[in-house]
């Protein structure tokens, strides 16, 4: 779901807001209730929940071992790798 960051005009109350993106904006603002409460342009939040690769691949899990050897076509002391 969403965070959405909004600002009120009016008594410039700042506060992020988790909806639905099939929901309707929020224009009232919680603090002063006048309709002056907007949606900011800001970076892209959102919120993972329940259990997917994260939790189950990587959260807490070794690492991936990591190849020390040179390719075939790499000469010794290359810095490639």
């Not at 929901?23 to 919120?47: D, I």
Request: charged share 20%; glycine share 8%.
């Amino acid at each position: 779901m969403p965070i959405y960051d909004y600002q009120c005009t009016s008594c410039g109350l700042k506060k992020e807001v988790m909806r639905k993106v099939s929901e309707p904006s929020v224009t009232v603002c919680p603090e002063c209730g006048k309709e002056t409460f907007a949606k900011q342009v800001s970076a892209p939040n959102f919120q993972l929940n329940g259990t997917g690769w994260y939790s189950t691949d990587f959260k807490g899990g070794s690492k991936p071992e990591k190849k020390t050897e040179a390719p075939a076509a790499c000469a010794t002391g290359c810095a490639c790798h």
